[in-house]
């Protein structure tokens, strides 16, 4: 399982932001949303990046000043995002130390292509690894699980605390995709010592497990009940209803 680089999308219009991190997403990367430069930050705190796409014109810290503050921090991408034509804006990015630079509005299939270029270049310098070195992940929910690691990240980048009962099960979930798992499964797979094979405490887990993870926990879309039988993960539901 290769480990998908993880792009940061810095924007304050919430359109622009959403609509970039769900096309990024959907072409297999892990996407941490910002909308602004103290959100950054606290990803940034939290867990290495690969790339930032970074536009430059946003209230309280600009892009230009957060491309100095991630140059100064690291290797990862970057490339900025704006609405306007102007040149020196263009200059002033290079010199920072930006990779490239895409005006608004623009082709997202453009913007893709110059994210993996980026990412060519970055990991042919670092011999043929991710500058994050983040580990296998995996999406669950609306977090990531990130295998290596043993830790679990909300959609903001922030760390969403686990017990190793809950990693454990995550972890067989995600190892058995689409498959149903009776309890005595699960238990078994996820080798626990902790619970007797008919202890509906697994149950309880389940339900605080789904309480991290879930858009809405009364209707879970990636970890279902299969009613006589037991539960089955299914990628990608990450939406209620």
């Known amino acids: 399982m290769s480990a998908p680089a993880h792009i940061v999308v810095v924007d304050d219009d919430d359109d622009v932001r959403s609509t970039v991190a769900e096309y990024l997403l959907r072409n297999g990367f892990a996407v941490t ?4 430069g103290e959100a950054l930050r606290c990803v940034m705190s ?3 990046i690969d790339l930032a796409v970074l536009d430059i014109n946003m209230p309280g810290i600009d892009g230009l000043t957060l491309a100095r503050e991630i140059r100064a921090s690291g290797d990862a991408g970057i490339i900025m995002l704006t609405a ?3 040149d020196v804006d263009r200059i002033v990015g290079l010199e920072i130390g930006a990779d490239d630079y895409v005006t608004k509005p623009f082709n997202p299939r453009e913007l893709l292509a110059r994210i993996r270029s980026v990412l060519r270049r970055a990991r042919a310098g670092n011999g043929g690894e991710s500058p994050a070195t983040m580990g296998r992940e995996v999406q669950m929910g609306v977090c990531r699980l990130n295998l290596d690691s043993r830790k679990l990240y909300r959609p903001d980048g922030s760390e969403q605390p686990l017990t190793a009962m809950e990693f ?11 498959r149903v798992l009776s309890r005595d499964q699960l238990l078994d797979l996820a080798h626990s010592k902790e619970i007797e094979p008919f202890d509906r405490s697994i149950d309880i887990r389940i339900t605080r497990i789904r309480r991290k993870i879930e858009a ?9 009940t299969v009613r006589g039988a037991g539960y089955v993960y299914t990628p990608g539901g990450t939406s209620a209803g």
């Open 33 to 36: 949303e910002c909308d602004g």
């Open 46 to 48: 939290a867990r290495p």
């Open 84 to 86: 306007k034509r102007d």
């Open 168 to 178: 454990d099960l995550l972890a067989t979930f995600a190892a058995h995709p689409g």
């Open 216 to 224: 809405d926990p009364a209707k879970p879309q990636t970890i279902k």
